[in-house]
């Protein structure tokens, strides 16, 4: 269901940043690439890509394929630490059970910071698509997450019941945002400063750290794939950088 979405991707990166070649890969850890498991009857295939350039320090992106009982399409993309900008975030899924659909959408431009000149440096520019997507943007409660931590308020977040939606709004939505997303990493301006980057080593790390121990799909991936499985690809693939809870816990 969301394949053309994922080559999509492929293909803008490879234009934009590879001269019309598949990026240099970023090596993801031994047997985290790919994965068969089941859940009960159902089958089901994670598959894993990695990439990196001169501006993007980790490309990941994620896709799941359990028939019609879930397919996931998630991926984030994390600058250089020498550029400031916010990180792209994708978290495609739509879950089938007796014939009905569930489909959850989020993308956004993940701020590593919420002070009034980032937002309106980085935030801002995402308005006007968030305005022309308002099916889209349907304001609602998060569970798992805190909005006010790593999402915009110009986030596209909704429930959908149906894959129409999906072909025909969320295809066009989906283009525009990442065209401004490029667009935006064109215009950035590489931080000099050590301390200023330094400051971004730690955001990007944060939010490791957050998403990691957060992530709602360590239940999804566990059914699938097995508890220990599970972790390995949340803290040595998806968030790679944040540390298990046990052990962060223990330093605290
Ligand atoms: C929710 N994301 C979810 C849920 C699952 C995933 C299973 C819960 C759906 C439900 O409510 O039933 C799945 N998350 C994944 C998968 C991966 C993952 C498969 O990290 C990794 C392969 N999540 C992201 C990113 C964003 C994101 C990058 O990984 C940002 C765009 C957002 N996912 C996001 C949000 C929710 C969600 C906002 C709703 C959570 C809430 O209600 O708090």
Redesign the pocket.
């Known amino acids: 269901m969301y394949r053309p979405f994922l080559e999509y991707l492929e293909a803008e990166l490879r234009t934009r940043f590879g001269s019309g070649k598949e990026l240099p890969s970023r090596p993801i850890p031994a047997g985290l690439e790919k994965k068969v498991g089941k859940r009960g009857k159902n089958p089901a295939t994670i598959e894993s890509w990695c990439y990196q350039c001169e501006q993007l320090r980790k490309i990941r992106y ?1 896709y ?1 394929d359990a028939g019609e009982s879930a397919q ?1 399409f ?3 993309i994390y600058p250089r630490h020498h550029y400031d900008i916010p990180l792209l ?3 495609f ?1 739509s ?1 089938g059970k007796d014939g009905k659909n ?1 489909i ?1 959408i ?3 431009f ?1 701020p590593l910071f919420r002070d009034e000149k980032y937002i309106d440096r980085y935030i801002e520019p995402m308005k006007k698509l968030r305005d022309d997507y308002k099916d889209l943007a349907q304001d ?6 805190d909005a006010n931590q790593y ?1 915009s308020k110009y ?1 596209l ?1 909704a429930k959908l019941e149906d894959a129409v939606s999906v072909e025909n709004r969320l295809k066009l939505a989906y283009k525009e945002y990442l065209t401004l997303y490029w667009q935006m990493l064109e215009k950035a301006e590489p931080l000099e400063d050590q301390s200023d980057i330094q400051r971004i080593v730690k955001a990007q790390k944060d939010y490791d750290q957050y ?1 990691a121990d957060r ?3 360590h ?3 566990s059914s699938y794939f097995g508890n220990e499985w599970a972790n390995r690809f949340l803290y040595e693939f ?1 968030f790679e950088d944040a540390e298990p809870l046990a052990v962060a816990g223990a330093k605290r």
């Open positions: 994620t799941i996931v998630n991926s984030v975030g994708i978290d899924l879950f569930k959850l989020v993308l956004d993940q609602l409660p998060m569970k798992f997450y999402f986030l977040f998403s992530d709602p799909a239940g999804l991936f998806l």
